[in-house]
Nanobody, 132 residues
Framework: QVQLVESGGGSVQTGDSLRLSCVASGRTSDTYVMGWFRRAPGKDRLFVAAIRWNGGAGSGGVPYYADSVKGRFTISGDNAKKTVYLLMSDLKPEDTAVYYC????????????????????WGQGAQVTVSS
């Protein structure tokens, strides 16, 4: 089993920045893709960003973003430490949501990386509130 723990949520103003962190523990040897999804009140869970490591520990990761956050959010991580970060800049009220860290079991293609069903493990969620 893989456990994911998020941290870094909070309440900010429009235009502010915030960084979320997520650490995976447990059986992480097959974890090559980690990502972030969010669920706003009354809305479906939506893909935000993901990073895919194609090589072993120390290899760089390939980032993927939802169109709604491109240019504002940056995902990064350390495959060896099974840690992923989401730096959110220029935050807007519509970014208000519970943000969930997710990890896939095995490799995921770039075409499927935004699909929530590709992720077997989920964190508890971190609330991000952006006020105008």
């Amino acid at each position: 089993q893989v456990q994911l723990v998020e941290s870094g949520g909070g309440s900010v103003q429009t235009g502010d920045s915030l960084r979320l962190s997520c650490v995976a523990s447990g059986r992480t040897s097959d974890t090559y893709v980690m990502g972030w999804f969010r669920r706003a009140p009354g809305k479906d869970r939506l893909f935000v960003a993901a990073i895919r490591w194609n090589g072993g520990a120390g290899s760089g990761g390939v980032p993927y973003y939802a169109d709604s956050v491109k240019g504002r959010f940056t995902i990064s991580g350390d495959n060896a430490k099974k840690t992923v970060y989401l730096l959110m800049s220029d935050l807007k009220p519509e970014d208000t949501a519970v943000y969930y860290c997710a990890a896939a079991a095995g490799l995921v293609s770039g075409h499927e990386i935004s699909r929530h069903y590709e992720y077997a493990h989920w964190g508890q969620g971190a609330q991000v509130t952006v006020s105008s």
